[in-house]
C-alpha cells in the first residue's frame, strides 16, 4: 500500500458512564463495582463488576426476545460498525411515538450496512425518573425501517420500546421484535447524538464478546475517516 494511512477525526463518545447509579430496566439486575484487590493492600488494582447483560450503554442481540435467534457473539461484526444515520425526532413527549412520518428527512439515506440512530434527546434526563418516560420507536416504523434494509438500530433512550415502570408496554415489544426478528441488533442508553459529525459519519457499537449472551455492553463511539 502507498500514500498516507488514514487517520480518525472528530471521536465522539456516545457512551454513559458505567456506576452503582446507572439506571436499568425494571427488574433488571443493578449494576455493583467494588474493589477487589488495591495498591495499598495487594500492589495492584482490581476491580469486581457485578451487572446485567443489558446494563448501561449495550446492543441487544436476537436472542434477547427470540429463543432461536443469534447470540451476541453469534453475530457479523459488520452489524457493529457502519455509516451512521441519525434521525433528530427531539421533541416528542413523553412516551411520545416515533412513526414512520418522523423518519421521512432521513429515509433515502436508509439501507443495507447503514446504523440508523433516533435522536431523541432523552439522554438530558440521564439518572432521573424521567429517563423512563421516554419516546419508542412505533412497530410499523421498524418494520418499515427493516424493510429499507437496515440491522442496526440505536437511541438514547433506554429502550426502542416503550417503556412502562409496573407495567407492559401498551404495543408490547413491536419495534424489537421487528429489528432482532430480522437479524438485527438494537444499540440502547447512548448519549450526546447531536455530536455525531454530520459528514461522512462512522459508528462503533462493538460488543463485548459474552459467550451466549442476548447483549453486552459497549463503548459506543462515532468518528470519520480522513486521509
Not at 61 to 71: I, K, V
Not at 107 to 132: S, V
Request: aromatic share 6%.
Amino acid at each position: 500500500m502507498t500514500g498516507p494511512a488514514p487517520s480518525l477525526r472528530d471521536v465522539v463518545d456516545l457512551s454513559h458512564p458505567l456506576d452503582d447509579d446507572t439506571p436499568v430496566y425494571p427488574g433488571d439486575p443493578v449494576a455493583r463495582f467494588s474493589p477487589a484487590a488495591t495498591v495499598a493492600a495487594d500492589g495492584y488494582n482490581v476491580l469486581h463488576v457485578r451487572m446485567g447483560s443489558q446494563t448501561g450503554t449495550h446492543v441487544d442481540a436476537p436472542y434477547h426476545f427470540l429463543e432461536d435467534g443469534s447470540r451476541v457473539d453469534e453475530l457479523p461484526l459488520e452489524h457493529f460498525l457502519g455509516p451512521a444515520v441519525v434521525a433528530d425526532v427531539r421533541g416528542k413527549p413523553p412516551h411520545g411515538r416515533i412513526e414512520w412520518a418522523d423518519l421521512a428527512p432521513c429515509a433515502p439515506l436508509l439501507g443495507p450496512g447503514r446504523i440508523l440512530l433516533l435522536r431523541t434527546g432523552w439522554d438530558e434526563h440521564w439518572g432521573t425518573d424521567a429517563y423512563f418516560d421516554h419516546p419508542y420507536l412505533t412497530g410499523d416504523a421498524a418494520a418499515r425501517v427493516v424493510a429499507a434494509g437496515v440491522r442496526t438500530v440505536g437511541l438514547d433512550a433506554l429502550s426502542l420500546d416503550e417503556t412502562v415502570v409496573g407495567g407492559k408496554p401498551a404495543d408490547g415489544f413491536a419495534a424489537h421484535l421487528e429489528v432482532l426478528g430480522a437479524g438485527g441488533v438494537i444499540v440502547e442508553n447512548l448519549r450526546d447524538l447531536g455530536a455525531v459529525p454530520d459528514t461522512d459519519a462512522v459508528v462503533s457499537v462493538l460488543p463485548l464478546r459474552l459467550a451466549g449472551a442476548d447483549g453486552a455492553p459497549v463503548r459506543a463511539v462515532a468518528f470519520r475517516v480522513a486521509r
